[in-house]
């Protein structure tokens, strides 16, 4: 094969293999682009949830505070029936 007719193809092997690299270039910039808006959107759900549990200790608080100050409640008013309906809601399996 004689070197005028390896130059043309060589010059149309050569635009082919940048056309390759360029297409390949922007596939990986868009995939970094996306992986990257994917953990933005991970760390936003993270953050609100985080936020949502922060919320659901505080509630569970309160709950358990206003259950101990009901109990105080009823304990003082009469222990004897609290002992009994407590009994009457949880009977012991002998």
């Not at 309160?62 to 309906?85: F, G, H, K, W, Y």
Request: charged fraction near 25%; proline fraction near 4%; glycine fraction near 2%.
């Amino acid at each position: 094969m004689p070197l005028s007719q390896i130059f043309p193809i060589a010059g149309t092997l050569a635009s082919v293999v940048a056309a390759a690299v360029v297409v390949l270039a922007a596939y990986k910039t868009s995939a970094a682009k996306v992986w990257r808006d994917e953990a933005e959107a991970q760390k936003e759900r993270a953050d609100r949830l985080a936020g949502d549990l922060t919320e659901i200790k505080n509630r569970l608080s309160r709950i358990e505070a206003e259950n101990a100050r009901l109990i105080q409640l009823l304990t003082s008013l009469d222990p004897a029936r609290l002992a009994v309906a407590r009994l009457a809601d949880h009977p012991t399996e002998d």
